[in-house]
């Protein structure tokens, strides 16, 4: 069974920092891209940022400059370092994982809640 374990989330003081980590397993494939997205109270999911396993990211325009992604191929890993954080960064942050075999399979992880105080 596939699984992503998200770590990381907290509570931080606008203008601070987190790293967020996504650890995938159960899979003898790896993740063709892996990604971060959010989910705020009363809002729809969106995308944070994603990651090919080529290395071809894609950042959404509120967070380029303050966030970057990466990951670790050899571990499934995928990570998200948050910088100069705002109150409306307060969301779930969700990890997303895409594996192509025959056709397209999408994992989400539970979430983990990151909530930035004024």
């Known amino acids: 069974q596939v699984q992503l374990a998200e770590s990381g989330g907290g509570l931080v003081q606008a203008g601070g920092s987190l790293r967020l980590s996504c650890a995938g397993s159960g899979s003898s494939f790896s993740f063709s891209t892996m990604g971060w997205y959010r989910q705020a109270p009363g809002k729809q999911r969106e995308l944070v940022a994603s990651?090919?396993?080529?290395?071809?990211?894609n950042y959404a325009d509120f967070v380029k400059g303050r966030f970057t992604i990466s990951r670790d191929n050899a571990k499934n890993t995928v990570f998200l370092q948050m910088g100069s954080l705002k109150p409306e960064d307060t969301a779930v942050y969700y990890c997303n994982g895409v594996i192509f075999t025959w056709k397209s399979f999408t994992y989400w992880g539970q979430g983990t809640q990151v909530t930035v105080s004024s």
């Open positions: 990651i090919s396993s080529g290395g071809k990211i």
